[in-house]
């Protein structure tokens, strides 16, 4: 089985640290892995299940490794460990505490075919209120043969008695160059005309600040060019050449999610500006550049509250286009008056 660690270089300290833990038998019952969109947590979380699970672990000279032979490798390979859950957001984009019950439920039950059993929470900042109290009971009492591996998004809150209670790792963004690395050599797989090309590649590294796997799902789908239009309309609107309806379209279509996100890469772009720093996405530099110097830095904190703010409504289902609109609205009010549109 490959090597964590030789795969994504930059996820060697954190693989380390368990093959340390594991080796002292210090193995913690819980850990929170926390980490940028698309850095690798979950890719991380999977290859500890591996080790966690693996009859007859490997030592390739810095640690153990899983076999990737035997069966409880199989299994995992498969898909089909009966010992192994993923628990992540359905269909609310939120943990329900049903799921958390099933979770709580499993990790006392006895492992069916390995020595342990694991459950990886995907998400763990997309837990509500209810569903996170539901899994403090599971994690004030520990079970012996049970590993929970809680995943969270830099930025995105977990409660703090949920953090108290477990080994907080984080997991790096890699360096330009391990980014770059990665990406070509999983878009080289990629074959026909659908091979992105460079100037894609390096849109993408950009835009997913370096975050290998988000770069690689934007150079092969429709995020770039959807933002592209979004980011024309947005200067187009702080220009005062379109309504805001007509700019909320092209960030409807982008879907909640990605328009939160490219909005809050925007304010903490501007939040750098207005402290000396550089801008994350260069192509929007410039306009970022204008607002950082007309305005006090607590507007670009100001504006990452409202990005906030519409992501917890989001679980309410809130219609993108009008959450959209309120914060390009919110965004034209940093322009100086006498270059808005009369």
Known sequence: ??????????????????????????????????????????????????????????????????????????????????????????????????????????????PQVAGRKIAVVDRADQLNINSANALLKTLEEPVADFVLILLQESGRPVLPTIRSRCQVLSIPVPSAEQADQWLAGKLAEIEGEKQPTAELMAKSLMLAGNAPRLALEYATGEFPALRDEAFDKFRQFMRGQVAVAE??????????????????????????????????????????????????????????DLVREARSAGVYNVNPELEATRLLIAWRGLMPRKRRAS
């Open 1 to 110: 089985m490959t090597d964590i660690a030789l795969e994504m270089p930059w996820l060697q300290k954190p693989w380390q640290t368990i093959q340390n833990r594991l080796a002292e038998g210090r193995l913690p019952h819980a850990l929170l892995v926390t980490g940028e969109c698309g850095v690798g947590k979950r890719a991380w979380a999977d290859a500890v299940s591996g080790l966690l699970l693996c009859a007859s672990p490997l030592n390739n000279g810095s640690g153990a490794i899983a076999c990737g032979q035997c069966r409880q490798c199989q299994l995992l390979a498969a898909s089909s460990h009966p010992d192994v859950r993923v628990f992540s957001p359905e269909k609310s984009r939120m943990i329900r505490i049903e799921q958390i019950r099933s979770l709580s439920t499993f990790a006392v039950s006895s």
């Open 247 to 304: 700019a909320a379209k092209a960030f409807k279509a982008l879907g909640l999610e990605d328009l939160l996100w490219l909005f809050e890469g925007w304010a903490a772009d501007l939040a750098r500006l207005s402290a000396g720093g550089k801008a994350n996405d260069h192509e929007a530099g410039e306009m970022l550049g204008f607002l950082a110097t007309n305005n006090p830095a607590w507007r670009a904190h100001e504006l990452l």
